[in-house]
């Protein structure tokens, strides 16, 4: 998971400190957006806020550029604490929450992103990622909700990932490095230095001689595995025999 907004945002970087709330009236979501905070160099976390009315005081205070805000709190949910402040105190917004029904909403109060719980920091990656994680996506007008196992191959496109996935594909705003760390490595080998599989969708790997593979997908697409990454297919390939 990343801070990296889907559109173009005032958070683009440019060596600017990004003065962060975070608001949420749980203790371990809090605890855990904290964590993730902490990765991003050009972050500061000004205030935490557990209800409504300390985020409204915080961003007055702080003046902050960037509102991590939890939809459901026991005295304002985040939609309200928005409507409380003017334009000028207005941050920029990533919405927080255990339900993906308000993905719509947060998205027309142009919220930069949608961050579904329970979040994936990067200690419970080296765990093991669950390869049923969702990302929440804007494309074409609507808000698709994407489980992570469906993706077939992923390529890297400047600075965004395609993700194809069946006969669709989504750009998503996000490094290939970064978004590689989301995925199960159980299920997701990088094959190319833009390019990441999902092992359960290879149908074939042809040798040819330069030392490669073309790997075969299940729905005819063909990619090249570069020498590089060879070695890291045939383990994969290997491991689930």
Not at 87 to 101: C, G, K, L, N, W
């Amino acid at each position: 998971m990343s801070l990296n907004a889907h559109a173009t945002s005032p958070l683009e970087k440019t060596g600017k400190v990004i003065r962060t709330i975070i608001a949420d009236d749980e203790r371990l979501a809090r605890e855990k957006l904290r964590n993730l905070l902490a990765s991003e160099t050009d972050v500061k976390l000004v205030a935490e806020c557990s209800n409504g009315k300390q985020a409204i005081s915080a961003i007055r205070l702080h003046r902050a550029d960037l509102l991590l805000l939890d939809i459901q709190m026991p005295d304002m949910d985040g939609f309200e604490v928005l409507n409380e402040l003017s334009a000028e105190e207005m941050p920029a917004v990533i919405f927080t929450s255990a339900y993906d029904q308000y993905a719509i909403r947060a998205f027309e109060v142009r919220a930069l992103d949608y961050l579904l719980k329970p979040f994936q920091v990067k200690s419970e990656i080296k765990s093991g990622p669950s390869p049923e994680g969702r990302l929440v996506i804007r494309a074409k007008g609507r808000v698709v909700f994407l489980t992570l196992g469906e993706i077939d191959w992923i390529e890297a496109s400047a600075n965004y990932v395609r993700l194809n996935v069946g006969k669709e594909s989504h750009l998503f705003r996000e490094t290939i490095g970064r978004i590689s760390e989301r995925l199960n490595p159980n299920h997701f080998v990088r094959i190319h230095r833009s390019t990441i599989v999902n092992l359960r969708k290879i149908k074939e790997l042809i040798p040819v001689n330069s030392g490669e593979y073309i790997v075969v997908l299940e729905n005819g697409k063909e990619l090249s595995c570069s020498r590089g990454y060879r070695a890291a297919l045939e383990g994969m390939i290997e491991k689930r025999s």
